[in-house]
Structures are given as structure tokens and as C-alpha cells.
T-cell receptor, first 115, second 110 residues
Framework: ETGVTQTPRHLVMGMTNKKSLKCEQH?????MYWYKQSAKKPLELMFV???????ENNSVPSRFSPECPNSSHLFLHLHTLQPEDSALYLC??????????????FGPGTRLTVL | AQSVSQHNHHVILSEAASLELGCNYS??????LFWYVQYPGQHLQLLLK??????LVKGIKGFEAEFIKSKFSFNLRKPSVQWSDTAEYFC????????FGPGTRLSVLP
């Protein structure tokens, strides 16, 4: 079974739509992450959650709203996005957010296109 | 602020050639260092990591990396590449937070 799953794998939405991305990890990890991967740009860390508490928010626009209801699930709620938000959104998890066990395991990503 | 640079955008090698991909970072404190690989159509996978101890780290599929603290570097090496190593390689650093490099695309010609 894949350790980190993401749904949907592809999403096309208009600028006025509201949608959510879902991530689930089956590894018993305590930390979860959202990243944005755009063409020709480095992977950008968006949010970090540790034990369901947000520990980092890297100046992400408020049109992206994360939610972590438990340590296995992470959501990214999207509303009134812009075309430049089109990208691959990756979820990752790690045993701990820092220290010796913070290597991340990534999901396959959601390819988002904003029209 | 933390940053990570990777020396090459695209590397093209023939099978059996040796590989070295450069990675440099800027952060003055203690770091964890990682190399991830993304094969075509697949998700990011961890190749190897450095946390502490021996600066020469061995990973999966014959890859290794050396942490040189004085040079703020963590270069990835493989003595003999295979066609199946064609992928994108990302260096990542954890100091205050996770920062990824821009990636190096490796193409191995059969």
C-alpha cells in the first residue's frame, strides 16, 4: 500500500470555484506538509503540521486554507484561485518535523489547473 | 535566509559514466541534508540523508553523498550510472525549515 495518498490526482477549476485537496498517510507519522511544485521553480513549502497543529505557514495567500483534523489526514481548501496557482501540489509526511527522523515521504501529487 | 543551489540544470551522461551532482546550501547552524529523486511519472523518493556522524552517506541504488561542512556542500555521486537512473534529482536541507533546491535533470543515454 502506498504510504501517502492524494486525491484527486487531477483537478481543473475556475477562479470562482471552491475545491479541496485531500492527503492521507498510512505511516503513523506525526508531521504533514503541503508543497507547491511549479515548472522551473524549486519546490515551495506551504504549510507544516505537527500533531495536528500548524507549525509553519510560509506566507501563503489566504485563498489556500489548510486543515488537519487528525495526524493521518491533511486537506488544502482552495477558493478564488488565480491562474498562476496552477501547479502540482504535493503532500508529504515525516515521523517528526525535526530531528533525526524528519525525512519526508511524498504522495503522488494533485495536478491543479486554474482556468 | 536558508537557500539551496544545485550546480547543474541538466546533465547528460552515457551509461557506465560516473556521476556527481553538486549541492550547496546557505545556513550557519546544524542541518539535516537529503537527496530525493523523481523518476518520470513517479513521486519524489528519498535517496539518502545525512543527520550526523559519518559525513559519507550511502543510499539506495548505489548512490552516495558526502557532507563537507566547510564548503556547505552535499554532493551526490554514483560511480557508474544506468539508463534507469534517468530522473530529476533534488537536494534538500533542513535547518530552520525544509528548503529544496531547484533540481537537476539527469538523462542517461543507453
Amino acid at each position: 500500500e502506498t504510504g501517502v495518498t492524494q486525491t484527486p490526482r487531477h483537478l481543473v477549476m475556475g477562479m470562482t470555484n471552491k475545491k479541496s485537496l485531500k492527503c492521507e498517510q498510512h505511516l503513523g507519522h506525526n508531521a504533514m506538509y503541503w508543497y507547491k511544485q511549479s515548472a522551473k521553480k524549486p519546490l515551495e513549502l506551504m504549510f507544516v503540521y505537527s500533531l495536528e497543529e500548524r507549525v509553519e505557514n510560509n506566507s501563503v495567500p489566504s485563498r489556500f486554507s489548510p486543515e488537519c483534523p487528525n495526524s493521518s489526514h491533511l486537506f488544502l481548501h482552495l477558493h478564488t484561485l488565480q491562474p498562476e496557482d496552477s501547479a502540482l501540489y504535493l503532500c508529504a509526511s515525516s515521523q517528526e518535523p525535526s530531528g533525526a527522523r524528519n525525512e519526508q515521504f511524498f504522495g503522488p501529487g494533485t495536478r491543479l489547473t486554474v482556468l | 535566509a536558508q537557500s539551496v543551489s544545485q550546480h547543474n540544470h541538466h546533465v547528460i551522461l552515457s551509461e557506465a559514466a560516473s556521476l556527481e551532482l553538486g549541492c550547496n546550501y546557505s545556513y550557519g547552524g546544524t542541518v539535516n541534508l537529503f537527496w530525493y529523486v523523481q523518476y518520470p511519472g513517479q513521486h519524489l523518493q528519498l535517496l539518502l540523508k545525512y543527520f550526523s556522524g559519518d559525513p559519507l552517506v550511502k543510499g539506495i541504488k548505489g548512490f552516495e553523498a558526502e557532507f563537507i561542512k566547510s564548503k556547505f556542500s552535499f554532493n551526490l555521486r554514483k560511480p557508474s550510472v544506468q539508463w534507469s537512473d534517468t530522473a530529476e534529482y533534488f537536494c534538500a536541507v533542513y535547518g530552520q525549515n525544509f528548503v529544496f533546491g531547484p533540481g537537476t535533470r539527469l538523462s542517461v543515454l543507453p
